[in-house]
């Protein structure tokens, strides 16, 4: 009942910057914890950063002070925007979402279908 779904991947070349949008939908009742996260060719999926419902953010050591992590908690809508882009971002990004979906105290995690960036040389 809770759809995540990212958009705004592509092609860009090496400096160049993206931006990624992650829109939450179905029966949501409350949005926690987002993030990114990213898995690049014969690497496991990584953390790329998160976001609290106040605003709080983390990010992975390779993309600090490149890649910002914000979100629009009335359009329920995560962004990621990814400036000076090398080519290790080239991976296929994930969007995640803490959610209560039933109105309990219960959460549940969920997962886009991910994006593709690729970064050329």
């Known amino acids: 009942q809770v759809q995540l779904v990212e958009s705004g991947g592509g092609l860009v070349q090496y400096g160049g910057s993206l931006r990624l949008s992650c829109a939450a939908s179905?029966?949501?009742?409350?949005?926690?914890?987002m993030g990114w996260y990213r898995q690049a060719p014969g690497k496991q999926r990584e953390l790329v950063a998160t976001?609290?419902?106040?605003?709080?953010?983390n990010y992975a050591a390779s993309v600090e002070g490149r890649f910002t992590i914000s979100r629009d908690n009335a359009k329920r809508l995560l962004y990621l925007q990814m400036n000076d882009l090398k080519l290790e971002d080239t991976a296929v990004y994930y969007c995640?979402?803490?959610?209560?979906?039933?109105?309990?105290?219960?959460?549940?995690?969920?997962w886009g279908q991910g994006t593709q960036v690729t970064v050329s040389s």
């Open positions: 995640n979402a803490d959610v209560d979906s039933s109105g309990t105290y219960l959460k549940r995690n969920y």
């Open positions: 179905g029966t949501i009742f409350r949005l926690y914890t």
């Open positions: 976001i609290t419902s106040g605003g709080t953010t």
